[in-house]
């Protein structure tokens, strides 16, 4: 998984193109992301027990991952995430643009 929860990033596609959040669920098995502030999408509710107001709220959607790209802390830079090797043979991710490892 490349970009995971905690992560900042830039939405590069679709109607929140060029919007920076932060991912607040990854779900691996769907490559989505849920992005705070991104992807609102209005649902019609109904009262029922546990929501007591009808009508219509907005709420935020899961975006693909190929929508968005990883914003490197280091040099703030959307990036590619590449993947690097450590000396113990842990994998770890790395900006594409300055070489830091991310994690
Ligand atoms: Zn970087």
Known sequence: ???RKDDNVLVIAGKDKGKKG???S???KDERLLVEGINFIKKHT???GQVRQAGII???APIHMSNVMLLCGKCNHPTRVGFRSLKDGKKV???GSCGEVID
Do not use: G, L, N
């Open 26 to 28: 990854a779900y691996p």
């Open 93 to 95: 991710r790395a900006c």
């Open 1 to 3: 998984m490349k970009i």
């Open 22 to 24: 932060k991912v607040r």
């Open 58 to 60: 907005e709420q935020e």
């Open 46 to 48: 109904r009262a029922t």
